[in-house]
């Protein structure tokens, strides 16, 4: 049997570019709304270094330590309830590069009203969604590209069970959050503008902290501050981020989420900092395969918005994510792609040879 590549050294040489380049994504501001430059130099201060690819070492060092499910919480109600389609985009996906890269099933959790949505976007990614089964045990199964979905009640002691049958029963290795809602210090859940979502979604928080608790590594990705896990930087956001600290309506509080993950991802958009920890994933492991196309990506938000999300700035079921159309996050994708492709060498130099020779050596 073939001995596995040796992991990637993101210290120095070609490893750090890369690391680098991959934060330097993040931090475009593809949506112009002008906060992710001060949400991530706010992350540097507490948690410095490139974190898509300390997230990649994080994950691959703890599913090989301590094989398991993952699970993967999202889903983000607009109005009326309705899930919008960043988050659960970026949950599929990298479920998806979970299974291939590591061979690790996913369990995605999420409202009970919004299964047929993440049912639908994870066919998208090109994940085979299978009952979740009654014991909570996930058990490998030939032939299929898996991925169970879990759903729970909006109330608190309905949710609750659910979750903590999960914990108890399921026994997760690794949970993530991507582009869920988090509560604020007064345990209430607001949309970025200050909106309050009581009614529109189940608490998740206490999964996490109980998580925690257990000594299961939680990873989140934000692009706002009112996300699940985004309290390692909910004292910075209340310094410069326009609702933090008061989302408008008295007696509430602040939209900044008051729980904080171990690891914090942030970017423009929470899918896209999905794609960055799948990107980092797949450098660290030296897997390009790994990472999906543009055409893949642009079938998931599709498939997400045909099975009932929305965009979340058009607030309709637009193929698009934050305004951005599924048509531009396919050329952003093989960009990304692209880029990393060559910082790594896997180009055809003028005479043949492989690697630029323009490249700093």
């Not at 009952?131 to 109330?155: A, H, M, N």
């Not at 790994?290 to 637009?318: K, N, Q, S, T, Y």
């Amino acid at each position: 049997m073939n001995a596995a590549p040796p992991m990637l050294d993101f210290t120095h040489g070609k490893g750090a570019m890369t690391a680098t380049t991959i934060e330097n994504f993040m931090t475009l501001d593809l949506t112009g709304v002008g906060l992710i430059g001060k949400i991530y130099a706010a992350l540097q201060q507490v948690q410095p270094g490139p974190a898509c690819m300390i997230a990649a070492q994080i994950v691959v060092k703890r599913l090989r330590d301590q094989p398991g499910p993952v699970v993967i919480a999202s889903g983000f109600p607009e109005g009326a309830g309705v899930p919008e389609t960043d988050g659960p985009v970026g949950a599929a996906l990298l479920a998806r590069a979970l299974f291939l890269g590591l061979g690790v099933e996913t369990v995605i959790l999420t409202d009970a009203d919004w299964l047929t949505m993440m049912e639908g976007t994870c066919r998208g990614a090109g994940l085979a969604p299978l009952p979740f089964p009654e014991d909570g045990v996930i058990r490998p199964v030939e032939f299929i590209r898996p991925i169970y979905i879990c759903t729970t009640p909006k109330d608190d002691a309905g949710c609750r069970a659910v979750t903590d049958a999960i914990l108890d029963e399921t026994r997760p290795s690794l949970v993530i959050s991507i582009e869920r809602p988090g509560a604020n210090e007064n345990g209430l859940y607001h949309g970025l503008g200050g909106r309050p979502l009581d009614g529109m979604v189940a608490d998740y928080d206490q999964f996490f902290r109980r998580a925690q608790s257990l000594g299961v590594p939680f990873l989140a990705i934000g692009d706002g501050g009112n996300e699940l896990g985004m309290g390692v930087v909910a004292e910075q956001l209340k310094t410069f981020s326009p609702k933090a600290r008061d989302c408008g309506t008295p007696g509430r509080g602040g939209v900044a989420a008051a729980t904080a993950a171990d690891h914090l991802i942030v970017a423009n958009v929470s899918n896209w900092g999905a794609t960055g920890l799948i990107a980092a994933l797949s450098a660290y492991l030296n897997k390009p395969s790994i990472f999906h196309d543009g055409a893949l990506e642009r079938r998931c938000i599709e498939h997400c918005v045909a099975f009932g999300g929305v965009d979340g700035m058009f607030m309709a079921p637009e193929a698009a994510v934050d305004g951005i159309s599924a048509v531009e996050w396919e050329g952003l994708v093989n960009a990304f792609r692209n880029t990393l492709e060559r910082v790594a060498g896997r180009v055809t130099g003028w005479k043949g040879d492989s690697g630029d020779w323009r490249q700093l050596k």
